[in-house]
């Protein structure tokens, strides 16, 4: 029978595949290629950045849950998903749409900010009902306590993936005190979400 965690794990897999489904549907719509025609040097090392930055939060991580074994997949994976991730974000529009949702009278606006309420609820309360809790027993922080354990990893891993937000940002001179503080906002709130709904048991085989 499906389980709760079952359904936050499928959520979050649909979800991802879902977010590269919509970037290569809008890469084809939009074709937006200024930024890479004026920036083809910037717009690889940006792709690069953000795919090693995803692969080394994967590394890290199969340290601290324990799994030193999975460190190569995990960064093989992460590196494609989030190089093919910032290619398809880049090709789509993604920065220039993003300045037009800034904009109060913006279209994209109400319905981007209904969809994220949306699938956050969904999460948010899947999360609540599962509280799947960290397994460091294994890990490089194996004799701190779990709550210290899981903060030290969390902000370890957004700092990581905050560094290659922010590479991208400077490249698009958007680099600023509040978008850095959204990044990391994002991805510590993505890294709770996962943990306490599941998906790293998951991942790293940890029940």
């Given at each position: ?110 319905p981007l900010a209904i ?56 490249n698009h001179k958007e ?25 790293y048991a998951y991942l790293?085989?940890?029940?």
């Amino acid at each position: 029978m499906a389980t709760a965690k079952d359904a936050f794990i499928k959520t979050v897999m649909g979800g991802k595949l879902l977010l590269l489904f919509m970037f290569v549907i809008f890469s084809f719509i939009n074709g937006y290629k200024e930024y890479v025609e004026k920036n083809p040097r910037k717009f690889m090392s940006d792709a690069v950045i953000v795919g090693v930055t995803g692969a080394l939060a994967g590394i890290f991580m199969c340290y601290t849950r324990g799994r030193p074994d999975l460190w190569m997949n995990h960064a093989f994976v992460a590196m494609l998903f989030f190089f093919f991730y910032h290619v398809t974000r880049e090709f789509s529009g993604y920065f220039k749409i993003k300045e037009d949702v800034a904009n109060s009278d913006s279209k994209f606006k109400k319905p981007l900010a209904i969809t994220a309420a949306v699938i956050l609820g969904i999460l948010s309360i899947l999360v609540i009902y599962n509280h799947d809790m960290p397994d460091f027993s294994k890990g490089i922080f194996a004799n701190e306590s779990t709550v210290a354990a899981f903060i030290m990893e969390a902000i370890l891993t957004t700092l990581i993936f905050t560094l290659g937000e922010s590479v991208v940002a400077f490249n698009h001179k958007e680099l600023t005190l509040p978008f850095v503080l959204e990044t990391m906002a994002i991805y510590g709130g993505g890294h709770i979400m996962l943990q306490f709904g599941g998906f790293y048991a998951y991942l790293y085989n940890h029940t």
